[in-house]
């Protein structure tokens, strides 16, 4: 059983920058591939970002490409999201979720392992 938190949602302006992270629980962090998605109000939960178990490959959605890094760090159990020259369509609630499978840059989020409860990111013009 592993359960996430993610942390480090907030408001922020238009072209600024922020950071999410995800804590997972439990020893069997590192056989996880880690992914994020979101959910923006009226719309349905996208594919963000994900991260192989070793951190070795990573894959993005197009509309975050050159934008957003992902990372982990298997030590402390930590997944985290980088957000670099964010815009307000980049408003939404952020969502940690682990899979034993990878799907590439096309993560189904009905099929990942574990979800976490989300972190609200806003973005202002």
């Known amino acids: 059983q592993v359960q996430l938190q993610e942390s480090g949602g907030g408001l922020v302006q238009a072209g600024g920058s922020l950071r999410v992270s995800c804590v997972a629980s439990?020893?069997?962090?590192?056989?996880?591939?880690m992914g994020w998605f979101r959910q923006a109000p009226g719309k349905e939960r996208e594919f963000v970002a994900a991260?192989?178990?070793?951190?070795?490959?990573?894959y993005y959605a197009d509309s975050v490409k050159g934008r957003f890094t992902i990372s982990r760090d298997n030590a402390k159990n930590t997944v985290a999201l980088q957000m670099n020259s964010l815009k307000p369509e980049d408003t939404a609630v952020y969502y940690c979720?682990?899979?034993?499978?990878?799907?590439?840059?096309?993560?189904?989020?009905?099929?990942?392992?574990?979800r976490g409860q989300g972190t609200q990111v806003t973005v202002s013009s």
């Open positions: 991260i192989a178990w070793s951190g070795g490959r990573t």
């Open positions: 979720a682990a899979s034993r499978l990878e799907y590439g840059s096309s993560w189904p989020w009905l099929l990942v392992d574990y």
């Open positions: 439990g020893r069997t962090f590192s056989s996880y591939a």
